[in-house]
């Protein structure tokens, strides 16, 4: 679940007996107790893995838990604006703004599989479209780690929470 302008979005997902997933995607206004359900207004509705906000947008991560995954971007209407390439188990997306291009680069944070040491960051440039993948190894020159869990941005710095070297990067 997560909040923006006012609005919480989530997704429900279970199982029928033959193990067929049925994904319900919901929000909910608590100021009037409203229910829009689905609230992606979109034929396509993408497999979830997580759901985040960054900037105007909710992002809605999509993985199989062995392929690289994707990242779908709404706006609060429920049109999907950005389609965003990841890496493997993307979990959060972030935004910085960007001062020269005056739009928004987004990162996403992808936890890669438990204990492989694969955990990576994308880039997004939202104006070019251009996407870096292990943005984070190329200026660092090593790899983020085991089981990266958590990003945020303060300030002018960002934070990556990285479970499985007990670290803060």
């Known amino acids: 679940i997560c909040y923006s302008n006012g609005i919480l979005y989530g997704f429900f997902s279970q199982y029928d ?23 992606i207004k979109e034929d396509f509705l993408p497999v979830p893995y997580k759901v985040c906000t960054a900037g105007d947008y909710v992002c809605v991560t ?6 690289d995954g994707d990242v779908y971007a709404y706006d609060n209407s429920g049109k999907l604006v950005h389609c965003i390439p990841a890496g493997l188990n993307p979990i959060k997306v972030v935004s910085v703004a960007d001062v020269k291009e005056k ?8 936890s890669g599989d438990w204990k492989t040491g694969n955990s990576s960051l994308t880039k997004y440039d939202s104006a070019t479209g251009a996407v870096e993948q292990n943005f984070f190894e190329s200026q660092n020159g090593r790899s983020l ?18 479970a499985g070297e007990s670290t803060i990067e």
């Open 62 to 67: 999509s993985s199989d838990y062995t392929n």
């Open 103 to 110: 739009s928004p680069v987004y990162y996403v944070l992808n």
């Open 145 to 162: 780690g085991n089981t990266a869990n958590d990003i945020i941005v303060y300030g002018s710095k960002m934070y990556i929470a990285v």
């Open 17 to 39: 007996a033959n193990w067929n997933a049925t994904i319900t995607y919901m929000s909910y206004n608590p100021a009037n107790g409203a229910v829009d359900s689905p609230w």
